[in-house]
């Protein structure tokens, strides 16, 4: 009886613990609230520099699809450090080696209980690169274009973005 007592203390011990731990691991590295936007606003969501990448979204007023969201290039000449995935094809998630990046909530303007609710999501890579005498990493335009040619490009962190809609309907 009193192992049994023991094992059960521990076993709660452990839930207790694991529980926040499991909900903190969910949790974005950065959280905002976007200002309330009128129906037919185009507005940008967020904007992901190192993908040359913004996201843009507008309140539809359709109820099939309340709120419609869309990747653009920020500028042309735009070299990007990163790649962004539609979020369809990277099926972003943690067990995958994703990190909910940001999380953002941008309420309609005309239902503030409606919200349109954007994850942003970042795969990091293993950056193997040597460092110089000055602990600066120095990448020589000859040698990249040598790698360039013989199909040795170094793989590139992701970012993709999850939307929903959450709240009443209202009309």
């Not at 192992?3 to 207790?16: E, H």
């Not at 735009?78 to 309420?107: D, H, K, M």
């Not at 005498?133 to 335009?141: A, F, K, N, P, T």
Request: proline share 6%.
């Amino acid at each position: 009886m009193f192992r049994q007592a023991v094992l059960l203390a521990v076993l709660v011990a452990v839930a207790a613990v694991a529980s926040p731990l499991q909900a903190q691991a969910m949790k974005a590295e950065r959280e905002q609230a976007g200002a309330a936007q009128a129906v037919g606003a185009l507005h940008s969501v967020r904007t992901i520099p190192e993908a040359c990448t913004r996201l843009e979204g507008v309140f539809t007023g359709d109820a099939a699809q309340p709120y419609r969201m869309q990747a653009v290039q920020t500028a042309p000449t735009c070299q990007p450090r990163a790649r962004y995935v539609e979020a369809a094809q990277a099926r972003p998630s943690q067990a995958s080696g994703w990190i909910l990046n940001t999380l953002t909530r941008i309420p309609d303007a005309s239902c503030p209980s409606r919200q349109a609710v954007v994850r942003v999501w970042r795969k990091p890579v293993a950056q193997d690169l040597a460092r110089d005498g000055q602990g600066q990493v120095r990448i020589y335009l000859q040698d990249a274009q040598k790698q360039a040619a013989a199909g040795q490009m170094r793989e590139l962190p992701q970012y993709s973005a999850q939307m929903e809609v959450v709240g009443a309907s209202c009309r």
